[in-house]
């Protein structure tokens, strides 16, 4: 696409390529703040300073309009420069991606080249956010720029793939375009690869601006300036095997967001929305500081934990962590989902990964059982045991290693068998009963204290927020391999 | 292009609430599974024309099994 844009600041009538980077850039920062941390070159990357929201950052943005963008050893140069600067004035660093991989005329030069900027990018892992915004193609080593940072946004004409259409095709003989390829579907539904899809280039540079602002300005809570009342537990069904949608839940538990700022008004982010979506990961605000929320959505899977949803919800917690976000955790889960296809993908080994990110993670951490939490998936939704700063509950919410019904089937399948035949469901009735009495709810939970509190919904979004302000500030002393 | 709906899990069949010819759109219910205790719909993740139903009531899906095709 060739399309031609005005630049916004540009007394100069002559149309913009919309590919330019210094537009871009132009289009990332606050009006007038854009200033270049050398000047326009042949290298294809531009990189500068400017304001998100008042808030300063680094930007750089490779140059679609030059070979596509192909990266060379003074372009690559320009992002190791542009990143180290990120990391030592601490502050943000956005990517703008346009590029159809390394320079083949500089051969061997242009790959080591690309090598460094993923080198400086792993470096500054964890210690400033990374995102990127995919804008056009980012192809080969342009692919894995994107895939090494914190968070990738891809706008509607973005495209990743290490190999292309025409090498697929002539090594495999299997005819594909690149947006089936590696558009926004591809990545954004299918291989995680992507966090947000947006539909335009407007759209993903105002999701970016957003995304910085949560991570690069966190603000401070205050407790007492939450307003509470809303009954969030009017969004769970009455029945309990009932699904329902976990993100209604999420965005009132979370500030409103604040309107006429820009892009950046502390407004949520969902990552991940449609890769394994039966877990829930959004930054937000809570009681105005930053927080990440991970929920089970019942609406899914039955809400059950899988091997991708624990590695999706596995790189949330270690990036939230490394760079200082507390995390809400939601729980209402059946548990682990069973199945040949689950063992075959990783469930142990990928769901392993959500134990290890929690058990590890440093920051405040509160867990709220909304409904239910039982068993193998109890435990890795940041339990007392993996080291949770505060664990609540809601009144009717229950902890087992498994329901009621299923217990009983286990417990006594003996004596259920032995029981005439037209006793058997009365005796069975009899079971869960004493079942859920004895080993249901939540009581025996708060008994040993795994749960600390029972809270009612409709005093949730203060406690919460009590409970995160009351912990120790704390960011954990890791980078953020995508996982 | 034909978008086919395959079962995520193991689960038996509860309620269809969909019907062939119907026009879905990205997020609606086509079929309610019942499995782990739970109530678990089949969400549409495109729009379309409902072409197939390959499920009855009380049928129990393999993952992987074909439920429905949107075109």
New interface residues.
């Given amino acids: 696409m060739t399309s031609t844009v005005s630049a916004p600041t540009d007394q100069d009538p002559t149309p913009v390529d919309h590919r330019d980077p210094q537009l871009r850039l132009r289009t990332l920062f606050d009006t007038g703040t854009l200033r270049l941390l050398v000047p326009r070159d042949s290298s294809g990357v531009l990189a500068g300073r400017g304001e998100i929201d008042g808030m300063p950052a680094i930007g750089f943005a490779t140059d679609g309009t030059t070979m596509g963008g192909a990266m060379g050893y003074e372009g690559c140069r320009h992002i190791v420069d542009a990143i180290d600067t990120a990391v030592r004035e601490r502050v943000p660093v956005l990517g703008l991606w346009h590029a159809g991989g390394a320079r083949i005329p500089e051969g061997v030069a242009s790959l080591d080249a690309v090598g460094q900027v993923f080198a400086a990018m792993v470096r500054a892992s964890g210690r400033v956010p990374q995102i990127s915004v995919v804008l056009g193609p980012a192809a080969g080593g342009a692919a894995y720029g994107p895939a090494l940072t914190d968070i990738v946004i891809m706008a509607g004409d973005g495209r990743i793939f290490v190999t292309g259409p025409e090498v697929v095709r002539s090594v495999t003989g299997e005819q594909v375009d690149m947006e089936r390829l590696g558009g926004p579907e591809a990545h954004g ?1 299918r291989s995680g690869v992507v966090h947000v899809t947006t539909k335009d280039d407007e759209s993903a540079l105002t999701t970016a601006r957003e995304l910085a602002a949560l991570l690069g300005r966190q603000g401070r809570m205050s407790p007492d300036d939450v307003t509470d009342g809303t009954d969030l537990g009017a969004l769970l069904p009455p029945q309990s ?3 329902y949608d976990v993100k209604p839940l999420v965005r009132d538990l979370l500030d409103a967001p604040r309107s006429g700022s820009g892009g950046a008004g502390g407004g949520s982010v969902e990552l991940h929305a449609k890769w394994a979506p039966n877990v829930v990961t959004t930054l937000g605000r809570l009681a105005g500081r930053t927080v990440g929320v991970i929920a089970n959505n ?7 934990l899988d091997a991708a949803s624990a590695e999706k919800a596995a790189r949330f917690v270690r990036m939230c962590d490394a760079l200082g976000v507390p995390l809400v955790v939601l729980v209402d889960v ?2 682990y ?5 689950q063992e075959w993908d990783g469930v142990v080994r990928r769901g392993a990964k959500l134990l290890h990110a929690f058990a590890e993670a440093v920051v405040p951490r509160v867990t709220l059982v909304t409904r239910k939490a039982y068993g193998g998936a109890y435990i890795a939704m940041n339990s007392r045991a993996l080291g949770a700063t505060t664990v609540f509950a809601w009144p009717h919410a229950e902890v087992a290693v498994m ?1 009621a ?2 217990a009983v089937n286990i417990l006594y399948r003996k004596k259920l068998a032995a029981a005439p035949a037209e006793e058997r469901e009365a005796v069975r009735a009899a079971l869960i009963e004493e079942q859920t009495r004895v080993a249901g709810g939540v009581n025996r939970a708060l008994e040993i204290g795994v749960v600390d509190e029972v809270i009612g919904p409709d005093r949730t979004r203060r406690r919460l927020a009590e409970a995160i302000a009351a912990a120790p500030a704390a960011r954990g002393a890791h980078g953020n391999i995508p996982l | 292009m034909a978008e086919e709906i395959k079962a995520e899990m193991v689960a038996n069949v509860w309620k269809v609430v969909a019907s062939v010819g119907d026009q879905v759109a990205d997020g609606d219910t086509l079929v309610i599974l019942e499995s782990m205790k739970m109530e678990i719909p089949v969400i549409a993740e495109s729009e379309g024309t409902l072409t197939q139903l390959a499920v009855n009531e009380g049928d129990v899906v393999q993952e992987g099994d074909l439920i429905a095709v949107i075109e």
């Avoid at chain 1, 019942?298 to 059950?304: N, Q």
């Fill in positions: 539904r095997n009932r699904a019942p609406l899914r899977l039955g809400g059950c059946p548990g989902l069973p199945g040949l296809g329901g019904s299923a």
